[in-house]
């Protein structure tokens, strides 16, 4: 069955208090390339964010324990952390000569007080000083006990091979012993780190002695999108990249270039991250408290409005949600669709989504959908055998597309 992009409104990842929160990062620690909040159980991610009301606020974090499907785990909280699950965050700074203040936080988890000792799905939260949520984000801490080898091809359903590719893959497992495979393992596949895409609950196709294969032609199919657009606002008081003017108000204002629409255009190969992010800046030693903020004008060519429909600005920038921040309102004076967004500087991809009245989301109506766009894939092997108690994830692969296979 085909997969279908709906909006997930899930509470997991949902701004609740959070309108003066902005660039929020959950990555490994120390690493320059790497996005995805996975890693090995007792290796390292930092949580940071910044709050522009620029003072000292008592934030805390917690981390919970889920299953497979992002639901609360059974165990306590003594079962999956040695030491305390809540804490506060003591790593606070202040932004120094920007025009926009703030202060920066930041905590590592885990860390000498909270010490993770069982692999899973996490959610990490971040509560204000009266314990309400005021973000969340998904993690993952993995065993290295199988080895997951990915291929993507292009689909080969007649109806989209032009639009979709398909994830096989292999999951090895030469020294656990998996008794019943459907019922013990699940398996998670998502395209570059955006949750509401996952494909869930697939089923092996062959179960062979230490191997489960997962060669299905039509189950793990993805629409290909289109490459993302991007900026770079390192030097935020010029032009640069994609930004085709530059002013000084009580903020910065960074004005791009206007996009046009790609669907019914040829797929062109354009170098991106996959929707992510970069915070930097040219113009200082420390990107953290010294890269400014800037209020980015986006604006899309549309001859007249997408009816029945809202449009948004997507991308990791705002964990691929869509909030009032990103919605683009139409002019039908100059026939734009328009919207203005704080960002901090640094490099960002992003994309154009639209939303109808069902909230189903649309990916691929303005970008379109091409299978030769090249894309990340993970999968995320899952194991609670009979008895256990709580979802081990016991593997993750990464593979991108090869345009060329």
Same mark, same amino acid.
């Given at each position: 069955?085909?997969?279908?992009?709906?909006?997930?409104?899930?509470?997991?990842?949902?701004?609740?208090?959070?309108?003066?929160?902005?660039?929020?990062?959950?990555?490994?620690?120390?690493?320059?390339?790497?996005?995805?909040?996975?890693?090995?159980?007792?290796?390292?991610?930092?949580?940071?964010?910044?709050?522009?009301?620029?003072?000292?606020?008592?934030?805390?974090?917690?981390?919970?324990?889920?299953?497979?499907?992002?639901?609360?785990?059974?165990?306590?909280?003594?079962? @999956?952390?040695?030491?305390?699950?809540?804490?506060?965050?003591?790593?606070?700074?202040?932004?120094?000569?920007?025009?926009?203040?703030?202060?920066?936080?930041?905590?590592?988890?885990?860390?000498?007080?909270?010490?993770?000792?069982?692999?899973?799905?996490?959610?990490?939260?971040?509560?204000?000083?009266?314990?309400?949520?005021?973000?969340?984000?998904?993690?993952?801490?993995?065993? =290295?006990? /199988?080895?997951?080898?990915?291929?993507?091809? *292009?689909? *080969?359903?007649?109806?989209?091979?032009?639009?979709?590719? /398909?994830?096989?893959?292999?999951?090895?497992?030469?020294?656990?012993?998996?008794?019943?495979?459907?019922?013990?393992?699940?398996?998670?596949?998502?395209?570059?780190?955006?949750?509401?895409?996952?494909?869930?609950?697939?089923?092996?196709?062959?179960?062979?002695?230490?191997?489960?294969?997962?060669?299905?032609?039509?189950? /793990?199919?993805?629409?290909?999108?289109?490459?993302?657009?991007?900026? =770079?606002?390192?030097?935020?008081?010029?032009?640069?990249?994609?930004?085709?003017?530059?002013?000084?108000?009580?903020?910065?204002?960074?004005?791009?270039?206007?996009?046009?629409?790609?669907?019914?255009? /040829?797929?062109?190969?354009?170098?991106?991250?996959?929707?992510?992010?970069?915070?930097?800046?040219?113009?200082?030693?420390?990107?953290?408290?010294?890269?400014?903020?800037?209020?980015?004008?986006?604006?899309? =060519?549309?001859?007249?409005?997408?009816?029945?429909?809202?449009? @948004?600005?997507?991308?990791?920038?705002?964990?691929?949600?869509?909030?009032?921040?990103?919605?683009?309102? @139409?002019?039908?004076?100059?026939?734009?669709?328009?919207?203005?967004?704080?960002?901090?500087?640094?490099?960002?991809?992003?994309? @154009?989504?639209?939303?109808?009245? =069902?909230?189903?989301?649309?990916? *691929?109506?303005?970008?379109?959908?091409?299978?030769?766009?090249?894309?990340?894939?993970?999968?995320?092997?899952?194991?609670?055998?009979?008895?256990?108690?709580?979802?081990?994830?016991?593997?993750?692969?990464?593979?991108?597309?090869?345009?060329?296979?």
């Amino acid at each position: 069955m085909i997969k279908k992009l709906t909006l997930l409104l899930f509470v997991f990842t949902s701004v609740l208090n959070a309108q003066n929160i902005k660039t929020i990062q959950l990555r490994p620690k120390h690493s320059t390339n790497q996005y995805a909040a996975m890693v090995k159980l007792g290796q390292v991610l930092e949580l940071s964010f910044d709050d522009l009301d620029a003072d000292n606020k008592e934030y805390k974090y917690k981390v919970e324990h889920m299953t497979h499907d992002w639901k609360p785990s059974s165990l306590t909280s003594n079962q @999956y952390i040695d030491g305390f699950d809540e804490n506060e965050i003591f790593n606070i700074s202040n932004s120094f000569n920007t025009l926009q203040p703030y202060t920066h936080y930041s905590v590592d988890i885990p860390n000498q007080n909270t010490i993770i000792t069982k692999s899973g799905n996490y959610l990490i939260s971040v509560l204000d000083e009266d314990y309400e949520v005021v973000f969340s984000r998904r993690c993952v801490f993995y065993e =290295d006990i /199988t080895t997951v080898g990915i291929a993507i091809f *292009r689909s *080969r359903d007649t109806k989209s091979n032009n639009q979709k590719q /398909t994830v096989q893959f292999v999951v090895n497992h030469p020294t656990l012993a998996i008794n019943n495979p459907t019922q013990e393992i699940n398996v998670s596949v998502i395209q570059n780190y955006n949750w509401n895409n996952a494909i869930n609950d697939i089923q092996p196709v062959f179960i062979k002695p230490q191997q489960l294969v997962y060669n299905h032609t039509f189950k /793990t199919n993805f629409w290909g999108g289109n490459e993302f657009l991007n900026f =770079d606002s390192k030097h935020i008081r010029n032009t640069s990249l994609n930004i085709a003017k530059t002013e000084r108000k009580d903020i910065y204002n960074s004005y791009l270039y206007t996009n046009e629409p790609k669907a019914n255009k /040829t797929y062109t190969y354009n170098p991106d991250i996959n929707g992510q992010f970069v915070v930097r800046t040219l113009e200082a030693d420390d990107a953290n408290t010294e890269a400014d903020y800037s209020l980015v004008h986006f604006s899309l =060519d549309a001859f007249e409005p997408y009816e029945n429909k809202e449009v @948004y600005v997507y991308g990791a920038f705002n964990n691929f949600q869509l909030t009032d921040e990103n919605k683009m309102k @139409y002019n039908s004076v100059d026939r734009i669709y328009q919207a203005a967004i704080l960002f901090k500087q640094g490099f960002y991809n992003y994309s @154009y989504a639209t939303l109808n009245k =069902d909230n189903k989301v649309n990916l *691929r109506e303005i970008d379109g959908s091409f299978f030769q766009t090249e894309n990340e894939y993970t999968v995320i092997v899952y194991y609670k055998p009979f008895g256990e108690i709580y979802d081990r994830v016991i593997g993750v692969g990464n593979g991108y597309f090869n345009q060329n296979r």
